[in-house]
């Protein structure tokens, strides 16, 4: 089991950068791959970036592709989510989540066992 805490949300003006921390506790985080999503009100839960235990095999939405960079620290028990070139359209409640086994990348939200509360993001315009 894994308990996952995100922080690092607020607002910023579009074209700006926001860096998200999803800070893990209990014993094994080393064991899941971590994912990102992000659901603003009226849509559905919608996949950003995942990464595996060792951090070798990033995945990212067509939308983030070139603006966001997932990555992780095993030392730390903490996986970040760096946004640069924010858009309004980036605006939603980000959420981490951890899946298993470690090596395999995810997009799909059902195939995640552990999720952080979230945090939002708003990007003005």
């Known amino acids: 089991q894994v308990q996952l805490v995100e922080s690092g949300g607020g607002l910023v003006q579009a074209g700006g950068s926001l860096r998200l921390s999803c800070a893990a506790s209990?014993?094994?985080?080393?064991?899941?791959?971590m994912g990102w999503f992000r659901q603003a009100p009226g849509k559905e839960r919608e996949f950003v970036a995942a990464?595996?235990?060792?951090?070798?095999?990033?995945l990212y939405a067509d939308s983030v592709k070139g603006r966001f960079t997932v990555s992780r620290d095993n030392t730390k028990n903490t996986v970040y989510l760096q946004m640069n070139s924010l858009k309004p359209e980036d605006t939603a409640v980000y959420y981490c989540?951890?899946?298993?086994?470690?090596?395999?990348?995810?997009?799909?939200?059902?195939?995640?066992?552990?999720w952080g509360q979230g945090t939002q993001v708003t990007v003005s315009s």
């Open positions: 209990g014993r094994t985080f080393s064991s899941y791959a």
């Open positions: 990464i595996s235990w060792r951090g070798g095999t990033p």
């Open positions: 989540a951890a899946s298993q086994p470690a090596t395999v990348v995810r997009r799909t939200a059902g195939d995640y066992n552990y």
